[in-house]
């Protein structure tokens, strides 16, 4: 493995930023509302689940561009941590338990704060979609690089000149 930079740190977090604000708040955002509309035994109304997963959504999300802030330093020294490990799955295992413990901490912190009541399970909610993008993030960033074979100039002369006689026959 390479040494872990800022370069790599700044590309980790808005990969999984973007990873979260596509696909795994979406995707949690329905689950949460499925989750609400469960637990309550009432169906809601369609413009109740639209506000509802509306309100999550948007509400995640600039939640979760201040927690990429946050998350700059720890994600840095997790990857200078991990420098000597080359393995993608602890990698990957790593990553996501920090995004989730940092997403749950501070959505835990804001909707304690904001609400005046702890939610554990919109917290719950938020860590889960934040542990899953960084997960999807760090897997794609460190794939391995495609195999690319170099042939010197040389040899690609000979096999042009071996070619090119074999064809004149």
Avoid: C, K
């Amino acid at each position: 493995m390479d040494s872990w930079g800022m370069g790599d740190t700044a590309r980790l977090i808005g990969s999984s930023y973007g990873w979260m604000v596509t696909v795994t708040t979406p995707a949690s955002a329905v689950a949460a509302t499925a989750l609400v509309t469960i637990t309550s035994g009432t169906l809601p109304d369609p413009m109740s689940f639209v506000w509802f997963t509306g309100l999550f959504l948007v509400a995640t999300l600039v939640l979760a561009l201040a927690g990429a802030l946050i998350s700059v330093p720890f994600t840095y020294l997790l990857g200078r941590a991990l420098d000597r490990v080359a393995s993608r799955a602890i990698h990957t295992a790593a990553h996501s338990v920090l995004a989730g413990v940092l997403a749950a901490g501070a959505s835990s912190l804001t909707t304690s704060l904001w609400l005046n009541s702890l939610l554990p399970s919109i917290a719950i909610t938020i860590a889960v979609a934040a542990g899953a993008a960084a997960a999807i993030a760090i897997w794609r960033q460190l794939r391995p690089a495609p195999f690319v074979a170099v042939v010197p100039v040389d040899e690609q002369h000979e096999e042009t000149e071996r070619v090119d006689a074999q064809r004149s026959e």
